[in-house]
């Protein structure tokens, strides 16, 4: 049997704001560490990681491992419905995915489960040369700038400073940041502001976003809560000027 | 499984394949003897005969006849398909609530069933439109002319949207109309519509036809406008700026 219960909805609204917007379906794999999930978008190019350990969950149980594929625009259509102080109920039944929100009254929607054949994608491994902090908002911000100029975007860290920047035709725009962390080497790679537009919106995740970034290389972005009880990660494969 | 086909199944069998392939999200293609009505924004019935049926994993429907490019009757992607079995009699549906409209296929006998699960990671890339010779010209402004500089890209007028407007060696606006194929007649009297726009404005206006060649009639029309032509072949190669994906570094599903 299966059952987690959240007093917090907007962990899981949040998380498949951005999941639902990069992958159509999805494996959430249960067992009695909590829950996970991994995908890759179509195009191969953004990969997403959500793992939920049972300690963040009021009521967490799980006998047996469990396998819930579900189309994630059917669920976030669900979620949506959520307001942020009810309490949701996740468990399954014969082909169903079923989520209970609970306030003065119990809504009980239930999603039928796909039967995707599914292998999880294995990411690559990466080693970064620089990997600091910054504030969740300022990334937020920063790529809201970017968009009036361009719809690419270079990220840049060196000792100093972390920089966002694009050159558009008609103009430019810069935004720097003291980060204060130890920098030793400093990197550059350019991306699809729409692509980074679509892991931002898990915007109520965490209040700090953890940027690992090299030369040409895929950004990982990844928020941790607090308590280490739960973390949304994202890979996504840079633009390059290839020589063809 | 990847993929799977059956000849001649009967409909109980047609009936499991395609709920099978519609669980997985499997593009399923169906040959079958069959009728079909559509009721919705209008309505239709075609006969009896023999068609190919296809069911996308987006939720797209068609109905292909043994001709044309189009199919016969269809449904776009996120609609609700679903198959049912009655009195031995399969239907296919294919429904959306807004607007409600109901595509449903009666399938009398089955040649072939089968379902796919494909992997296609890739996206189409074009070239030799406007929108590649307005990239072409914002990257050399030059091959307008020297000193050419573009100011704007669809800048909105009440006739419709400029492709470049732009200032010259002089600093006199510069309207450019972009055609990829030969320039007609009525390519001349759009630019023409755009210059009316700016028929109040103190300093002299260009305007510039940019295509590869241009009709005769639409060259004496130019000049009857005063209006300049410029002869500009859309670029046909690939842009080099590429999103790279996570395989190249990598990853593996």
Redesign the interface.
């Known amino acids: 049997m299966f059952k987690a219960v959240l007093s917090d909805s907007n962990v899981l609204k949040t998380s498949f704001e951005a999941i639902s917007s990069i992958v159509d379906e999805v494996q959430m794999k249960a067992d009695s560490d909590g829950l996970r999930l991994d995908a890759l978008d179509r195009s191969h190019i953004t990969f997403v990681h959500l793992e939920l350990k049972s300690a963040l969950f009021d009521v967490y149980s799980c006998d047996e491992p469990l396998k819930i594929n579900v189309d994630t625009e059917e669920l976030m259509k669900v979620l949506k419905r959520a307001k942020s102080d009810d309490v949701v109920e996740l468990t399954v039944d014969e082909g169903n995915l079923i989520l209970t929100f609970e306030d003065e009254a119990r809504r009980t929607f239930k999603i039928r489960l796909i039967d995707i054949e599914y292998e999880a994608p294995s990411p690559p491994d990466l080693d970064y040369p620089s990997i600091f902090e910054i504030p969740f908002s300022l990334l937020k911000n920063s790529i809201q700038d970017i968009g009036i100029v361009s719809d690419k975007i270079s990220l840049m860290v060196d000792e100093d400073k972390f920089i966002a920047s694009a050159e558009g035709e008609f103009g430019d725009a810069k935004i720097e940041y003291l980060h204060g962390e130890k920098i030793t080497e400093n990197a550059k790679s350019v991306f699809s502001l729409e692509k980074i537009k679509e892991m931002l919106k898990a915007d109520r995740f965490s209040d700090t976003a953890v940027l690992s970034l090299g030369n040409d290389m895929p950004l990982n972005l990844a928020m941790k809560m607090i308590s280490d009880e739960g973390e949304l990660s994202f890979l996504l494969a840079p633009r390059i000027e290839s020589e063809e | 499984?990847k993929f799977l086909s059956e000849k001649n199944p009967d409909s109980l069998r047609t009936f499991e394949i395609i709920n099978?392939g519609l669980?997985?999200?499997s593009v399923i293609v169906i040959m079958a003897c069959c009728s079909v009505t559509y009721e919705g924004r209008a309505r239709s019935k075609l006969g009896s005969g023999d068609r190919m049926i296809i069911i996308k994993s987006?939720g797209s429907f068609m109905v292909h006849q043994d001709r044309n490019l189009e199919p016969v009757n269809w449904q776009p992607p996120k609609s609700q398909c679903k198959a049912s079995l009655k009195d031995g009699v399969m239907y296919l549906e294919g429904s959306r609530r807004n607007p409600p409209e109901r595509l449903e296929v009666e399938i009398k006998s089955t040649y072939m069933a089968s379902y796919f699960?494909g992997e296609?990671?890739?996206?189409l890339e074009l070239t030799g439109y406007e929108e590649n010779m307005r990239e072409m010209v914002?990257d050399n402004p030059k091959i307008i002319e020297e000193g050419f500089r573009?100011?704007?890209?669809e800048y909105s007028t009440p006739n419709g949207f400029i492709d470049i407007l732009g200032k010259d060696i002089e600093g006199n606006l510069v309207v450019l109309e972009l055609k990829s194929r030969r320039a007609g007649i009525n390519a001349v009297k759009q630019l023409k519509k755009y210059m009316d726009c700016f028929s109040d404005h103190k300093e002299f206006v260009r305007g510039i036809l940019v295509a590869p060649s241009v009709t005769d009639d639409a060259s004496e029309l130019l000049e009857e406008y005063k209006l300049e032509y410029i002869s500009m072949v859309p670029p046909r190669e690939?842009g080099?700026?590429?999103?790279?994906?996570?395989?190249?570094?990598?990853?593996?599903?």
Do not use: V
């Not at chain 2, 296609?120 to 996206?123: E, P, T, Y």
């Not at chain 2, 573009?150 to 890209?153: A, E, Q, T």
């Open positions: 499984m099978e669980s997985k999200k987006d699960n296609d990671s890739k996206g914002f573009p100011i704007n890209r690939f080099t700026d590429k999103n790279l994906t996570l395989d190249f570094f990598g990853g593996s599903k």
